[in-house]
Structure formats: C-alpha cells, structure tokens
Nanobody, 120 residues
Framework: QVELVESGGGLVQAGGSLRLSCAAS??????MSWFRQAPGKEREFVAAASWSRVRTYYADSVKGRFTASRDNAKNTMYLQMNSLKPEDTAVYYC???????????????WGQGTQVTVSS
C-alpha cells in the first residue's frame, strides 16, 4: 500500500524558514512534487524533484526561496522554505505519480497535508 506522509508545517514569522518532509512508503517514484492550497483558492504547484536529484522544478512564486530535494535512501522528499511571506500560507501537500508534473489533476497519490502559516 502506497502512503505519503508530510510533516514539518507550523507557524513562522515573515522572513523565517521551515522545512517540510514527505516520507513515502510502498514504492518509489521517479518524480515527487509539492502543491499548496490556500483557503478559497485552487491547489497550485509549488516544486518537484526527480529520483536522480538532477532535475528540480519550481513555480515562479517560490523560485530562489524554496528548494526541493530527495533522500532516496529514506524515500523522502523535502521542501526547504526560506524568506517566507504571508502569501505562502497554505496547506502543503506531497504528491506522486503523474505524467504532468505541474498539474494537480493527474496525480495518483497524495499526502494528508501539513499547515504552513506565515504571520506578518
């Protein structure tokens, strides 16, 4: 059975940092991704990292501030978030197994989400 479990969310002041983790079990994935969803908004792509750790992908809104990485030995993906802004406040989800990296609709597996709140 495949399971994705996120952790690491919390409350942080603007300009601060958080690191999210997504532990996968049941199988490995060539690409794993992060999405986020703020209240009243659609779920949006944030970042993705390949199994080889060579390729990473980012939404324009987080480029230069967020870093996605993988630890293949632990089958875990991370999202290091620096210089956080209030508009980064959302529930962050880990996702895996989709032919299109940035499209939420195609993903087969999702974690339960972790809340990130950035205060101004």
């Amino acid at each position: 059975q495949v399971e994705l479990v996120e952790s690491g969310g919390g409350l942080v002041q603007a300009g601060g940092s958080l690191r999210l983790s997504c532990a996968a079990s049941g199988r490995t994935f060539s690409t794993m991704s992060w999405f986020r969803q703020a209240p009243g908004k659609e779920r949006e792509f944030v970042a993705a990292a390949s199994w080889s750790r060579v390729r990473t992908y980012y939404a324009d809104s987080v480029k230069g501030r967020f870093t996605a990485s993988r630890d293949n030995a632990k089958n875990t993906m991370y999202l290091q978030m620096n210089s956080l802004k209030p508009e980064d406040t959302a529930v962050y989800y880990c996702a895996a197994d989709s032919p299109v990296i940035s499209g939420a609709a195609g993903y087969k597996y999702w974690g339960q989400g972790t809340q990130v709140t950035v205060s101004s």
